[in-house]
Nanobody, 124 residues
Framework: QVQLVESGGGLVQAGGSLRLSCAAS????????VGWFRQAPGKEREFVAA????????TYADSVKGRFTISRDNAKNTVWLQMNSLKPEDTAVYYC?????????????????WGQGTQVTVSS
């Protein structure tokens, strides 16, 4: 089974960019679909983006579409979330999640492997 570690979070001004990384252990990472989720204080964890195991399918939340891009390199066991034109409402802890499956999911219950999260703070 894979273990996931997120990195790349930090403090950025509105309009800025960050790239989050999700590094996975294990030799079967290429069989996992991966999603990014985020959780702001006092709110439920919400879907951000997901990518299929072969990168042929991606899906995004409406709130980030056109600003965020998810990508992966299975040779590096890594998934990235490029975040541009950041807004204060993007402030949250960002989590990556994985599931050994062909299909994409947009709900927290779909994924069975989770990282510990990385904090993203966007100042106005």
């Amino acid at each position: 089974q894979v273990q996931l570690v997120e990195s790349g979070g930090g403090l950025v001004q509105a309009g800025g960019s960050l790239r989050l990384s999700c590094a996975a252990s294990g030799r079967t990472f290429s069989s996992y679909a991966v999603g990014w989720f985020r959780q702001a204080p006092g709110k439920e964890r919400e879907f951000v983006a997901a990518i299929s195991r072969s990168s042929d399918l991606t899906t995004y939340a409406d709130s980030v579409k056109g600003r965020f891009t998810i990508s992966r390199d299975n040779a590096k066991n890594t998934v990235w979330l490029q975040m541009n034109s950041l807004k204060p409402e993007d402030t949250a802890v960002y989590y990556c999640a994985a599931k050994s499956t062909t299909w994409l999911g947009r709900t927290t219950g779909y994924y069975d492997r989770w990282g510990q999260g990385t904090q993203v703070t966007v100042s106005s």
